[in-house]
């Protein structure tokens, strides 16, 4: 099934922005997002695919020099860039929130060129249908998807909510940790999910393994094009590709 372009914006009546992290010093595979895959790279597939949400979106990433690439590439997919702290990644996501002043948050990461738009506007409707300025909207509480589909919604001020009260560097470090652990205790959690469960398998690219199988993804069945069901079902029918890199473990959230 090929992925469609999401023609109409969501109808709810609050600013929501995309904001994607990402940064060129990954640990495990360093300046990951500008491998290429396809006839693009990493991030441009990620962009591409977010922008059929006509959601405006941010890409939060650091002031290391290194990082200077990612405005260049930010220009040529005209998408906003705003920088800030490599170590405290919610002190980046509370610029981007001065920046802008939207309502709504969805935070995505990077390193997932198969991010599925279709999933991001489920959850925007979930939002509309559970509005309230403390739901938490994901697809990871209870997992059901592969890991690269992943996706938060929340609203900005719960942001600075975690900004202002959280000293942990886990928090900072990870975003939502004070959110989806529900350290205010006011919290209402709601997931999107689908009836199997795909969660064994990674679709993010964390390392070379990860960047195998995504590579082999796209040459061999164009999964850029691809929605996450069709995906899904690929791996479902050579179940030889989840075995690449099955034995990576994801970085403890």
């Given at each position: 099934?090929?992925?469609?372009?999401?023609?109409?914006?969501?109808?709810?009546?609050?600013?929501?922005?995309?904001?994607?992290?990402?940064?060129?010093?990954?640990t495990r595979l360093p300046g990951k997002?500008?491998?290429?895959?396809?006839?693009?790279?990493?991030?441009?597939?990620?962009?591409?695919?977010?922008?059929?949400?006509?959601?405006?979106?941010?890409?939060?990433?650091?002031?290391?020099?290194?990082?200077?690439?990612?405005?260049?590439?930010?220009?040529?997919?005209?998408?906003?860039?705003?920088?800030?702290?490599?170590?405290?990644?919610?002190?980046?996501?509370?610029?981007?929130?001065?920046?802008?002043?939207?309502?709504?948050?969805?935070?995505?990461?990077?390193?997932?060129?198969?991010?599925?738009?279709?999933?991001?506007?489920?959850?925007?409707?979930?939002?509309?249908?559970?509005?309230?300025?403390?739901?938490?909207?994901?697809?990871?509480?209870?997992?059901?998807?592969?890991?690269?589909?992943?996706?938060?919604?929340?609203?900005?001020?719960?942001?600075?909510?975690?900004?202002?009260?959280?000293?942990?560097?886990?928090?900072?470090?990870?975003?939502?940790?004070?959110?989806?652990?529900?350290?205010?205790?006011?919290?209402?959690?709601?997931?999107?999910?689908?009836?199997?469960?795909?969660?064994?398998?990674?679709?993010?690219?964390?390392?070379?393994?990860?960047?195998?199988?995504?590579?082999?993804?796209e040459q061999q069945f164009g999964a850029?094009?691809?929605?996450?069901?069709?995906?899904?079902?690929?791996?479902?029918?050579?179940?030889?590709?989840?075995?690449?890199?099955?034995?990576?473990?994801?970085?403890?959230?």
């Open positions: 099934m090929v992925l469609a372009k999401i023609l109409n914006p969501p109808t709810c009546p609050m600013k929501i922005r995309i904001i994607t992290q990402c940064r060129m010093t990954s997002i500008l491998l290429p895959l396809g006839r693009d790279t990493i991030l441009g597939l990620h962009l591409q695919r977010l922008k059929s949400t006509n959601l405006p979106i941010t890409i939060a990433t650091t002031q290391n020099t290194c990082d200077d690439e990612l405005v260049v590439l930010a220009n040529r997919y005209g998408v906003d860039i705003v920088r800030g702290s490599e170590d405290d990644v919610l002190s980046r996501f509370i610029n981007v929130i001065d920046k802008w002043d939207d309502d709504w948050i969805v935070r995505v990461t990077s390193d997932c060129p198969f991010i599925d738009p279709t999933l991001i506007m489920q959850g925007v409707a979930l939002l509309e249908q559970h509005i309230g300025s403390t739901t938490y909207v994901s697809n990871c509480f209870p997992r059901t998807y592969a890991r690269g589909f992943d996706f938060e919604i929340c609203h900005s001020d719960l942001l600075r909510e975690a900004m202002a009260k959280s000293s942990d560097a886990f928090d900072h470090e990870h975003v939502t940790p004070y959110l989806w652990q529900n350290k205010n205790g006011r919290m209402h959690l709601c997931n999107v999910s689908e009836m199997e469960d795909n969660s064994h398998w990674r679709l993010c690219i964390d390392t070379e393994e990860d960047y195998q199988l995504c590579q082999y993804l850029s094009s691809l929605n996450f069901k069709s995906i899904h079902e690929i791996m479902h029918m050579h179940p030889e590709l989840g075995k690449i890199n099955a034995h990576i473990e994801q970085k403890k959230k």
